[in-house]
């Protein structure tokens, strides 16, 4: 009996309803299911993140966390905020401009399970000269690999998922998703080490009066659920 009842369905059940009622600490925060990561809270996304957006070493970087009034960019895809190279103007010319996610690993990316990084980008550029970039590190910033153009690790994280056209004109918010689980066999991610995502724009020396680039609703999935049934065991019955 006693074996039955925490093998049933209703045992897991219950322990995802005691889950919803639970105050985790910081860096249990870094493991639940879906960590969404918006900017309707400013510069603030979650417990587990930091946002980067260097004015030091480069004063002239576009990205800001903002309510967009542009013209083609001109409302978030979770309201209010989006990060945005410059809410109200176009886009100036030589510019090459960074912001960086630091994210505490979850226990899907140390058990090599689960590494869905995912999000929304509205683009209005140059479709020739003017672009975006997106870089992923496992180490803290030691090694980017730039998903666009890698091809090392490419058909490991390339599974059929819809993939970012950071060009052109978008027509609106543009789902994208990367699974990047497969990679951890090659790079050592703990639970608790700090992983980054960076995502830059940069523009020619032709002026254009475009809006550029934006992103908003960036989401992280990086659960092991067997792990967190076993946990919630431990909490709640040891």
């Known amino acids: 009996g006693f074996f039955f009842l925490f093998s049933s ?19 249990m925060l870094c493991t639940q299911s879906i960590v969404e990561m918006n900017f309707d809270n400013g510069n603030s996304l979650t417990a587990c993140d930091t946002l980067i957006v260097d004015h030091t070493s480069n004063p002239q970087n576009l990205w800001v966390v903002s309510t967009p009034h542009k013209s083609t960019i001109n409302q978030a895809e979770s309201y209010p905020n989006v990060i945005v190279t410059d809410s109200l103007f176009s886009y100036p010319v030589n510019a090459t401009s960074s912001f960086v996610i630091k994210h505490v690993a979850g226990s899907g990316f140390e058990h090599h399970y689960t590494g869905m990084f995912s999000g929304f980008y509205s683009v209005n550029s140059d479709s020739l000269n003017d672009y975006g970039v997106f870089e992923f590190s496992p180490d803290n910033g030691i090694t980017w690999i730039d998903v666009a153009k890698d091809t090392i690790y490419y058909s490991l994280y390339d599974q059929g998922l819809p993939r970012p056209v950071l060009t052109g004109n978008s027509n609106g918010w543009k789902y994208f998703a990367y699974d990047f689980s497969n990679l951890m066999p090659y790079f050592i991610i703990n639970e608790g080490d700090t992983i980054s995502f960076k995502f830059t ?11 550029g680039l934006a992103f908003d609703s960036f989401y992280l999935d990086q659960i092991v659920l067997v792990l967190l049934h076993q946990e919630m065991f431990r909490r709640l019955y040891i």
């Open 9 to 27: 369905p209703l045992f897991f059940t219950l322990v995802l309803l005691l889950e919803s009622a639970i105050v985790y600490p910081q860096r």
């Open 201 to 211: 724009f940069i523009s020619d020396n032709n002026a254009d009066s475009l809006d």
